[in-house]
């Protein structure tokens, strides 16, 4: 399951407004890297769903979509907007594989 913050769900809504996005489009959740780097998240609008390899749920009103073999990954995961000194935008908090957890082989690199 993941959780989408209030804070984050207005944002995601003012997006949806501002741009006029349509409402057959979901919020698809995508990863990417790995390794040292770590994870990294991808948020964006779109409305193409493959049931073969897509799953689809329901975060506080918000239609979320990711690939099946991500939304193990993604279980405990938290969506949150958060603003601060260089600028503003939303985080993506995933307790499986917390920030700064790339492999082990990189520290002291």
């Known amino acids: 399951m993941i959780t989408i913050t209030e804070l984050a769900n207005e944002k995601v809504k003012d997006v949806i407004e501002a741009q006029g996005i349509a409402d057959d489009r979901f919020l ?4 990417t890297g790995g390794g040292c ?14 049931a073969l390899t897509d799953t689809r749920f329901e975060a ?3 239609a979320l ?3 099946k073999k991500f939304a193990e990954f993604l ?7 958060k603003t601060g000194d260089m600028g503003s935008g939303f985080s993506i ?3 499986n594989f917390p920030a700064g957890a790339g492999c ?6």
């Open 65 to 67: 979509v990711t690939r």
């Open 37 to 50: 780097s770590g994870l990294r998240y991808a948020l964006a609008f779109d409305n193409q769903f493959d």
């Open 28 to 31: 698809r959740i995508g990863i």
């Open 104 to 109: 082990a082989g990189c520290a002291g690199h």
């Open 60 to 62: 506080d009103g918000i």
């Open 75 to 81: 279980d405990g995961t938290v969506i949150d907007y």
């Open 93 to 95: 908090e995933n307790p």
